[in-house]
T-cell receptor
Framework: GNSVTQMEGPVTLSEEAFLTINCTYT??????LFWYVQYPGEGLQLLLK?????DKGSNKGFEATYRKETTSFHLEKGSVQVSDSAVYFC??????????FGQGTELSVKP | DVKVTQSSRYLVKRTGEKVFLECVQD?????MFWYRQDPGLGLRLIYF???????EKGDIPEGYSVSREKKERFSLILESASTNQTSMYLC???????????????FGPGTRLTVL
């Protein structure tokens, strides 16, 4: 079946550090891929998405590229800020439009 | 902007009580979903609905039921709450799946339920 695996957290970085959160997936067909972010005390918000192989999603300085050959969708940011502290979820959309989520990665950015 | 609202941010209930969690969306979305979120497990799908009066079981439907009498409202029901149902519950909605497999879901703020 379809599944998503994320790197375990928590991840603690200093402000302006480079961020990578790994995400790999298993799926039949050609799913769409998503990164959602959950700030403390809030629901999930879509951060970025990619709908086909080699697509790059980007938003708020974050990027992720849909890599079919490695079944990956790693999240990157060149310089994190304290305000990026949140939980990040990788997800894929299956044929029926349902989302399958990874377990989430908590990011803490220190000043 | 799409708005998905949930009836309560925090709820405390006793074991055996019947619990209703309400979700309302204002974007005329066909699809609605209920998830529970637990540390280390991510989000797990409980039930979803593609239309009024339709419901489908997700990955963990045991102990839950749902109701969708109106398009904008999707209710999650815990018939007899138990302590292992203490969790964060998130509601989401979306338009129908498009041909290119893209289907973004919009989430409510969540209800943190504690069952004592």
């Amino acid at each position: 079946g379809n599944s998503v695996t994320q790197m375990e957290g928590p991840v603690t970085l200093s402000e302006e550090a480079f961020l990578t959160i790994n995400c790999t997936y298993t799926a039949t067909g050609y799913p769409s891929l998503f990164w959602y972010v959950q700030y403390p005390g809030e629901g999930l918000q879509l951060l970025l998405k990619a709908t086909k192989a080699d697509d790059k999603g980007s938003n708020k300085g974050f990027e992720a590229t849909y890599r079919k050959e490695t079944t990956s969708f790693h999240l990157e940011k060149g310089s994190v800020q304290v305000s990026d502290s949140a939980v990040y979820f990788c997800a894929l959309s299956d044929q029926g439009g349902k989302l399958i989520f990874g377990q989430g990665t908590e990011l803490s950015v220190k000043p | 902007d799409v708005k998905v609202t949930q009836s309560s941010r925090y709820l405390v209930k006793r074991t055996g009580e019947k619990v209703f969690l309400e979700c309302v969306q204002d974007m005329d979305h066909e699809n609605m979903f209920w998830y529970r979120q637990d540390p280390g497990l991510g989000l797990r799908l409980i039930y979803f609905s593609y239309d009024v009066k339709m419901k489908e079981k997700g990955d963990i439907p045991e102990g839950y039921s749902v109701s969708r009498e109106k398009k904008e409202r999707f209710s999650l029901i815990l018939e007899s709450a138990s302590t292992n149902q203490t969790s964060m519950y998130l509601c989401a909605s979306s338009f129908p799946r498009l041909a290119d497999s893209y289907n973004e879901q919009f989430f409510g703020p969540g209800t943190r339920l504690t069952v004592l």
